[in-house]
T-cell receptor, first 108, second 114 residues
Framework: QKEVEQNSGPLSVPEGAIASLNCTYSDRGSQSFFWYRQYSGKSPELIMF????GDKEDGRFTAQLNKASQYVSLLIRDSQPSDSATYLCAVNNYKLIFGSGTRLLVRP | SQTIHQWPATLVQPVGSPLSLECTVE??????LYWYRQAAGRGLQLLFY??????ISSEVPQNLSASRPQDRQFILSSKKLLLSDSGFYLC?????????????FGEGSRLTVL
């Protein structure tokens, strides 16, 4: 079992829709969780992090964490074509482990 | 403000040739530094990290090595490249003591080994 699992996609949504990106992790001791966005050919950039169970909102982005289910998700409201990218989930215990990413395509 | 630079941006090297990738951080002191590799369609794999000058920890056995000769300089090297060394190499830094998941990445170096 991979330590951090993500569906590779692509996840295709129309402009203005909600995009839902999911991630599961295997280490129950993980303490903090991160979402990075990576445009094609570019380096990743941090967009959100979450430490506690529940939801955390930042603009159009909402991170959701359920430690009991070992599940973390990222919702993007009012999706824009500029949101088209690969989204990497990362989980931190004593080191940061990245998933392989989900490619999101937002159709105009 | 803090910035991080990597070079070269792209390189094509023959199998068996040496490699040197360099990374420097500006605007901060005593950062934690990291080298990651991303193979095509794959996630980020941590190769090395450093908490200070001369202090290197290796995460994955391989024919690569890393050095930190100065506080804000991190170098990735190989004496003889393999085909499997191809990938997108990323240098990253964090503020010491901060949540180690908040990484700031350089622009990346794309290596193709032929």
């Amino acid at each position: 079992q991979k330590e951090v699992e993500q569906n590779s996609g692509p996840l295709s949504v129309p402009e203005g829709a909600i995009a839902s990106l999911n991630c599961t992790y295997s280490d129950r001791g993980s303490q903090s969780f991160f979402w990075y966005r990576q445009y094609s050919g570019k380096s990743p950039e941090l967009i959100m992090f979450i430490y506690s169970n529940g939801d955390k909102e930042d603009g159009r982005f909402t991170a959701q964490l359920n430690k009991a289910s070992q599940y973390v998700s990222l919702l993007i409201r009012d999706s824009q074509p500029s949101d088209s990218a690969t989204y990497l989930c990362a989980v931190n215990n004593y080191k940061l482990i990245f998933g392989s990413g989900t490619r999101l395509l937002v159709r105009p | 403000s803090q910035t991080i630079h990597q070079w070269p941006a792209t390189l094509v090297q023959p199998v068996g040739s040496p490699l040197s990738l360099e990374c420097t951080v500006e605007g901060t002191s005593n950062p934690n530094l990291y080298w990651y590799r991303q193979a095509a369609g794959r996630g980020l794999q941590l190769l090395f990290y450093s908490v200070g000058i001369g202090q290197i920890s290796s995460e994955v056995p391989q024919n690569l090595s890393a050095s930190r000769p100065q506080d804000r300089q991190f170098i990735l090297s190989s004496k003889k490249l393999l085909l499997s060394d191809s990938g997108f190499y990323l240098c990253a830094w964090t503020v010491k003591g901060a949540n180690t998941g908040e990484l700031f990445f350089g622009e990346g170096s794309r290596l193709t080994v032929l």
